[in-house]
Structure formats: C-alpha cells, structure tokens
C-alpha cells in the first residue's frame, strides 16, 4: 500500500459516518498494544480555539526542549499535518505502513461484532501507535468532536483543557450550552488536572461539577488578568499576571481571543510545573512567540492585504469580525466565502455583513456545502450583494482582480474552503509557503 492508497483507504471508510463511542477505538488500540498508556498527554477539547491552545502548549514544550506528539483536525492542506512530531508531519510512507498494520486489527474487530471503525478512529489509533514509535515525551491531543465519546478519549491524561464553548454541532452535542458543556467536559478524569477558559455561567457549572464530581483540580483562566501593550497587524505584546506575572509577551497570531487561548495555555503550563514537569519562564515567552496556526487569522499578503480564517460558526464569526474592526476598520473589505448547509449560516451572513456588502460566493468541497447560488440568495436576501462562481480558484482570481492595493480581501466561512484558497493562493502569489 502507497500512501494514496492509503488516503483511499481511510477516506472509504467515512462512508461509515460518524458514530460516536468508545468501544470501537478501545479495541484498535488493544489490537495496536495499547500505545495510548505509554504516553503522557495534554487533551484539548471546547468549540472554538483547540487549534490555538494546541499549538502555544506544544511550542512552550518545544521551547523546553520536549519532543512532542500533535494531533489536531482537520487538516488544511494536506493530511500530514494532522499528525506532528514537534513541527514535523507525519512522513507519506509512514501513513502508508500505519493504515496497512490497522488493517488486519479492522478486520478482526469487525469479525468480533463490532461496528465498522470510523475514519477518525482508524486515523486516531494510528496516531497514538506512530507517537509511541517516536517516544515522544508529551502528546498535546485536540479532540476531534465533542468530548465524552470522542475517540479521543480514551486516553489517561496528565492535564485536561476545556476551551471556549458555543453552539456548533447542536444535531449531535444539544441544543443547550449545557448540554455541550457536559459533552465537552467528558474529557474531564478522576483526580486530573483541568483547565477551563472562561465560559457562559450556564457552561461553567456543568463543567465546574463535572470537576467537582471527578476529584480533579481546577485552574481558572478567568484568575489571570492581562494587560496590551501594542495590538498591531504585525503582532500583539501584552502582560499577564497569573500565579507569576510575564512582561512584554509576544504573539504573532492575531485578534484579542489569542491572548485568552494563550492566557489558558501558559495556565496548562503553570499546572504541568506544579506537577513537578520542568518548564522555564524563557521556554513560555519563546513558545508564544513561535506559535502559527495556519488559516486562523493568517495574514498571507500585505498589499492587497489577504487574509485566511477558518470562522465556521456564529462565536468564531463574531470574533472574526472584531478582529476586521480592530486592525481594517478604515479599509474596504471584500468576502470570499463558503459555508456548509448544517451551520448557522444566515447568521453568519448578517455578521459578516458589519464589515462589508462585498461578497464572493463559492462552495466548499463537502457533501454538506450549499452552493454557491444558494449562499448568494442568502446574501442578497439579507442585503448583500453576491457574485456566485463556480469553484474556488475562480473565486481567489476574481478577488485578486477587483481587490485595492489598499483594501481587504477576507477568506472564511469553512475551513474546508480556506484550505484550498490558500493553495492556490500560493501559486498566484508566487509563494512557496506562507
């Protein structure tokens, strides 16, 4: 098996669907020798900033010199970026052996009456199988959906982290913050550390007793106070004061909401030392200062400036649209987007419609995406205007055609679509990265 046979075959399996629950992904690992109880994790669930928090934990890590496992979802370009150790993707031919040494242990779950394993299960048994190969010292993992029955969570942490909660997959979670609180706060184990993010009062008493009831101790990011000192496009200084105080913090990751996902990664840290881990007050600063997290925020081009962010709900829309304000509120911006039917895209719409009437319609490379006349129906209803186009790299050429050296070209709505966007971004702009 290649590693595109490989892809073919994980992919295959999602016409499995979702289907949450332990038992399936218990017996891969069992299969697998159980990497997952050699490992010493950091588990990172909440709706919006795992992505953030996942990587300023693992940067302060890397600063101290851990080698470190990442496992995030989805990718945004390529499915090696799913699977890190430090910076590094996973290699094709290892993807390529993992999925074929999983084969056999399906087979055999399935032949024992189990339902088949789900894409995610498969890709997450193979992760914590390739993590122990690599002996690293610390696997910081974002759950993939939800919490209590992800298939992430059968792991023995050594830290939990809750971050900000909001309505996204109500059909599965609840339609109640509590009720994703209390999916979300499943990660939570006996005796565990936990950190939360600030929350809602509703989320934050499901997850304070969920706490209570598992004996783990609590570390309040809501006990750490901030101060900025510059808030820029080229960067964010700013003073935390938590169980230490830190001066003249840099981040390179944009918007006010990365200073509070920072904040709750430097109380994951503050945590693990009690713990009795080994991590210096440099390694926090040149962690921070590290940290990129492609397509949330992500400036890629100056003049025009373009921008790439994954906003794909109503609170990281809302957030997204603060961010313009703050650092274009006096340019013209311009919209690409495209957005999947199950979401709530109307509201969505009238955000985005705060910063701009200017929209490009396009759909996102899912089963689940409206298209592109759809989602300019909606613009146009709430009283935007829309050009639909037929695929995404017409809809990054016409941007880069209509769009002022001196004003904003924004890419959001799916991060299905940004990841795309951002290819053939590259090709246009005649980069080889971002």
């Known amino acids: 098996m290649n590693y595109n046979e490989a892809l073919k075959f994980i992919e295959n399996t999602g016409k499995f669907g979702m289907n949450l629950g332990l038992q399936r992904i218990e017996r891969l690992c069992e299969l697998f020798g159980n990497p997952e109880k050699d490992l010493r994790f950091i588990h990172v669930a909440g709706t919006n900033g795992k992505g953030s928090t996942t990587t300023f934990i693992s940067e302060i890590l890397m600063a101290q010199g851990y080698k470190v496992g990442i496992y995030t979802s989805p990718y945004i370009e390529r499915f090696t970026e799913r699977i890190k150790i430090n910076r590094n993707e996973i290699g094709e031919d290892d993807v390529a052996r993992l999925v074929e040494e999983i084969k056999p242990n399906i087979e055999r779950a399935i032949s024992e009456g189990l339902e088949h394993p789900t894409e995610f299960e498969i890709i997450t048994a193979c992760a914590f199988k390739y993590f122990k190969e690599q002996e690293a010292d610390f696997v910081v993992l974002e759950v993939g959906l939800g919490g209590r029955f992800d298939a992430t969570n059968v792991v023995k942490p050594v830290l939990s982290v809750i971050t900000t909660i909001s309505y996204d997959h109500t059909n599965i979670l609840g339609d109640t913050l509590s009720k994703i609180a209390f999916e979300k706060a499943g990660i939570i184990k006996e005796f565990v550390p936990v950190v939360i993010y600030p929350q809602e009062d509703e989320a934050m008493e499901v997850i304070l007793k969920v706490a209570k009831d598992k004996n783990a101790p609590v570390y309040l990011v809501e006990d750490y106070d ?209």
Not at 288 to 303: D, H, M, S, T
């Open 226 to 434: 901030y101060e900025i000192v510059k808030n820029s496009i080229d960067g964010i200084v700013f003073n935390v004061k938590g169980k230490s105080t830190y001066k003249n913090l840099h981040l390179s990751m944009l918007g006010e909401h990365q200073i509070r996902n920072s904040m709750t990664a430097i109380a994951a840290i503050e945590a693990m030392r009690e713990m009795g881990y080994e991590i210096s007050g440099g390694s926090i600063y040149n962690g921070l200062k590290n940290a990129i997290w492609p397509g949330r925020f992500e400036v890629v081009n100056k003049a025009p400036c373009i921008i790439l962010d994954g906003a794909h709900n109503m609170q990281g829309m809302e957030v997204l649209v603060k961010s313009i304000k703050k650092y274009f509120h006096d340019k013209k911006v311009r919209v690409v987007t495209g957005m999947l039917r199950d979401k709530d895209y109307i509201h969505m719409v009238n955000e985005l419609l705060k910063i701009t009437k200017s929209f490009i319609t396009v759909a996102p490379d899912s089963p689940r995406a409206l298209s592109s006349k759809e989602l300019k129906g909606v613009i146009e209803g709430c009283g935007g205007d829309a050009l639909a186009v037929n695929s995404i790299e017409d809809a990054v050429k016409i941007g880069l055609e209509i769009t002022g050296e001196d004003e904003v070209l924004l890419f959001c709505g799916s991060l299905y679509m940004i990841g795309a966007a951002r290819r053939i971004l590259r090709v246009l702009l005649n980069r080889e990265t971002f």
